[in-house]
């Protein structure tokens, strides 16, 4: 206790000496650049075009130091759709769709729909959920998303709340049980927008909490979380170089890793894509608000190699075990084994065992950016009310893709589990 006090008071001090960060950034050369081209052209030119557009993949264009004019519109475009639904958008995704319009210099869009004082009222909506029912509308992602968006954005907000909405103490009952590294790294670059407006001793070890959780997650191979959580998780680690000593983390090595991911097609989905280039540009949300409004010509040359797809269909069939258990309630646990072409997706087997029994296997999906979401299985729909939702895993692991993404092996045995969170 007392060495994270000294810490954060020499982060605090340090923040007055330094408030640029310091070298701790490390980001893509350029002939490394030949494979964020290949991340870019995933995003400007999707495999399957999604109704809906992320506006963080307008974002990454905007951070990237390559730039392609033509698709940074149509995204605009999009992004500009969705804020006509901003009644309808969720906390968080109206802060992500904000952020947006403010690294493509849209600032008077932000000003005459009222966008700041919308959100406001969607964060207390959000805080006010804590206080009575102990939860958020949403989840902490989106908090984090909202504290950024309002303070980057000038909204009013008060640092003494903020500090205690996202105190140890607070941010425990959520997710101390399975800390999520990604939601750690978005409230660490909310925190540090916050921190550097209003400096705050409080705000400061929250930080200092936070940065320790990520850095525990840091794993043998050099990811921080999982793959997908990596690269927010270098952003946060890129803006708060003061909360850890320079052993701690080996930046080359994380951003090595990374890279060496792309021909492998981690990152085929746009939003993979999207969510991870930032921190390879050495850039950070909290960059957004000084992107360059000068309208820069340019057009990239998709012709780039993209990753290779997973090879899909063969005439080798696999066999796995298929399983469904409600352990909210204990009363289902069924399972079958079903045989599938070598190479399909988690998807596929649901489906095989769906079309052997429907009324066990019988599940519901809903198409996202992320792929699809299973949102019912067995009858049984996961509720945000009841913050259930269905987990994937595979050996009694919990899965770091979705169903229309992880590629099963001849003997898995799957599950789809209804699980808290
Ligand atoms: C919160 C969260 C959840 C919550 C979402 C519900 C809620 N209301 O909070 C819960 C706990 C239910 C969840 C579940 C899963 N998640 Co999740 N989730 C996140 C997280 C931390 C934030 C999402 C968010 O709020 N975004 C901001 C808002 C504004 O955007 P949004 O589009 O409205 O967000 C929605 C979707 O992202 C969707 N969603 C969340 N997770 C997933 C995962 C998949 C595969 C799909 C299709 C949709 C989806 O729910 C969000 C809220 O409604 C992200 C982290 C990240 N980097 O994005 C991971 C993340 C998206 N999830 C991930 C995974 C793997 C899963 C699971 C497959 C885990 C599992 N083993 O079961 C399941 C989904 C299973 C299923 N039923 O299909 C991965 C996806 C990686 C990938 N390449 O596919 C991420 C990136 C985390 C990570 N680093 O591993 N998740
Ligand atoms: C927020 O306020 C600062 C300082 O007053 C100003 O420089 C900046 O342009 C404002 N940002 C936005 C998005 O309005
Ligand atoms: C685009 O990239 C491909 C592959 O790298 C290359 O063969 C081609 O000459 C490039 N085209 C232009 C116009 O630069
Ligand atoms: C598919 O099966 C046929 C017959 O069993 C075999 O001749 C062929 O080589 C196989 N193709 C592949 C791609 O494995
Ligand atoms: C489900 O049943 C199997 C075999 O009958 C058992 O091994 C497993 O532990 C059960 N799972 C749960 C969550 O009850
Ligand atoms: C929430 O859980 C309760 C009790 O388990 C259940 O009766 C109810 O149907 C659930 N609500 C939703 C929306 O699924």
Known sequence: MRVSQRLS???????????AHPCEICEADDEQQASLASLMATMIEPEQ???EVDPSILIALKLARQNDEKAEKTFLNQVKQNIMQREILTSGQLALNMLA????????????YKLVKKLEEKFQKEVDSIDTSGHPL???YELGLDVLALCLLNGTY???KIAKLFSAEQMKIYIGGRFSVDTGAISVLALTCVNRQNPDEMIGSNILWLVDKILKEKKQDDTIGNIYSTGEAMQALFVTPEYYEEGDWDCKKTLKKVLNQIPQGTFRLPIAAAQVLPALEGKTYLDLTHVSCQSLPGHLNTSTPKPAEPTHQSNETISVTYRVVDSINNNINESTIVSVPEGSVFLKVMEAAQTENKAKFGFKI???????YVTSVHGIEASSKNRTYWELLSNGQ??????????VSDGDNLEVRLSKY
Do not use: I, M
């Open 138 to 140: 949403t989840n902490y």
């Open 49 to 51: 075009p999604f109704p």
């Open 158 to 160: 008060s640092s003494s």
């Open 366 to 372: 809903k198409q996202t950016q992320w792929g699809p």
């Open 101 to 112: 319009l403010t690294a493509a210099c849209q600032k008077d869009v932000v000003h005459d």
């Open 9 to 19: 008071l020499v982060g605090f001090l340090l923040f007055f000496f330094f408030p």
């Open 398 to 407: 919990s899965l770091t893709e979705g169903a229309g993404s992880f590629v």
